[in-house]
């Protein structure tokens, strides 16, 4: 079946190291990518998508990098900051050229420490 | 700009009974998404609407059930609750009218079932 899968359950960093969230994707029909910040007691934040046309995109201190190859996602955070703590998920769309229904990895909860 | 809004933001029931979850779409889009979150889960797609219709549906049984009004508004139903329904309940809207575009989500209403 779908699924969309995380390396690691915890990532613990140092404040101003660079953080790497790993994600596994099942579906090669999937042509969306999202990654989204939780943090406790709110609604998911959009980081940063990626379409499967590309290898990576590039954001504010972010970047998401595709490959589609191995069918891996990853969330690269530069200068992590202690405002980065949070659970971090990607997602992927499932249905080509369908971005209404995602499905979402179980989560990455990124800690930094000061 | 306002945000997804949510309401209620917290309620408890007991089984057997039913509850109808609010959401207001950011002004202007007119695609909602519902969501479900578990800690056993994730986050699970439940269905979305676009002007008034539903045009995707995830995994749940018939007891779950939404609809979308003409001012993009929409609701959620969840009848003859189950223990297992216990969970936050997260509403995302977007543009979607054209396949694209982040999902942007409220801040859920936790539901407990007794």
């Known amino acids: 079946g779908e699924s969309v899968g995380l390396h690691l359950p915890t990532l613990s960093v140092q404040e101003g190291d660079n953080s790497i969230i790993n994600c596994a994707y099942s579906?090669?029909?999937?042509?969306?990518f999202i990654w989204y910040k939780q943090e406790s007691g709110k609604g998911p934040q959009f980081i940063i998508d990626?379409?499967?046309?590309?290898d990576k995109r590039q954001g504010q201190r972010v970047t998401v990098l595709l490959n589609k190859t191995v069918k891996h996602l990853s969330l690269q955070i530069a200068a992590t900051q202690p405002g980065d703590s949070a659970v971090y998920f990607c997602?992927?769309?499932?249905?080509?050229?369908?971005?209404?229904?995602?499905?979402f990895g179980q989560g990455t909860t990124l800690q930094v420490k000061p | 700009k306002a945000g997804v809004t949510q309401t209620p933001r917290y309620l408890i029931k007991t089984r057997g009974q039913q509850v109808t979850l609010s959401c207001s779409p950011i002004?202007?889009?007119?695609?909602v998404s519902w969501y479900q979150q578990t800690p056993g889960q994730g986050l699970q797609f439940l269905f979305e609407?676009?002007?008034?219709?539903?045009?995707n549906k995830g995994n749940f049984p018939g007891r779950f059930s939404g609809r979308q009004f003409s001012n993009s508004r929409s609701e959620m139903n969840v009848s003859t609750l189950e223990l297992g329904d216990s969970a936050l309940y997260l509403c995302?809207?977007?543009?979607?009218?054209?396949?694209?575009?982040?999902?942007?989500f409220g801040e859920g209403s936790r539901l407990t079932v007794l």
């Open positions: 995302a809207s977007s543009w979607r009218d054209t396949n694209t575009g982040e999902l942007f």
């Open positions: 579906n090669s029909a999937s042509d969306y």
């Open positions: 990626i379409r499967s046309n590309m």
């Open positions: 997602a992927e769309n499932g249905i080509p050229g369908n971005t209404g229904k995602l499905i």
């Open positions: 002004s202007g889009h007119r695609s």
């Open positions: 609407y676009f002007s008034e219709t539903q045009r």
